[in-house]
């Protein structure tokens, strides 16, 4: 099965600096890869999602994040961060089967003035 | 256009009493998803409806039943609760099994069992 490891459970960060968000999944022959947020008391949002084609993918609320196939990596990055931005993120991976989605533990993003 | 709509939003119970949480989506998706989210264990799948009448364990299905009882809605039930079964419960839908859709989640419900 598909397995998705993000590597820090918490990154704080000040408000305007740019941030990395890091994540890992077991390697396939083929792989979709997504990246969720979760605001405080809400459900989980989709911020960008890797198909297939371009290894930079663009999202919501100026995220982006890169597919790095030799090192099955799909890191989210944002060049400068707003106190907003303070949120769970989780990146997930869809199991080869279609049916269900393998998340990350989550990453604990916390914006601070 | 509501999406997943979770029901209730937050519920006490004591240890064995027993209750449905409901979940609707209203976007003509084949499947649905039953989460549970706990502190530093992400999201963990406890059952899932690939389509209108199937249903399929996933990861932590012990102590829970589901019903999907139509392409809507699909009902995840706990016959009698535990203290360990207290966590966040989210919903999520998606158009079908295609490993390319996304999933569209609830704002989730959240459960104390005492």
Known sequence: AQSVTQLDSQVPVFEEAPVELRCNYSSSVSVYLFWYVQYPNQGLQLLLKYLSGSTLVKGINGFEAEFNKSQTSFHLRKPSVHISDTAEYFCAVSENSGYALNFGKGTSLLVTP | ?114
């Open chain 2, 1 to 114: 256009n509501a999406g997943v709509t979770q029901t209730p939003k937050f519920q006490v119970l004591k240890t064995g009493q027993s209750m449905t949480l409901q979940c609707a989506q209203d976007m003509n998706h084949n499947s649905m998803y039953w989460y549970r989210q706990d502190p530093g264990m992400g999201l963990r799948l406890i059952y899932y409806s690939a389509s209108e009448g199937t249903t399929d364990k996933g990861e932590v299905p012990n102590g829970y039943n589901v019903s999907r009882l139509n392409k809507r809605e699909f009902s995840l039930r706990l016959e009698s609760a535990a203290p360990s079964q207290t966590s966040v419960y989210f919903c999520a839908s998606k158009l079908d099994r295609g490993l390319y859709q996304p999933q569209h989640f609830g704002d989730g419900t959240r459960l104390s069992i005492l």
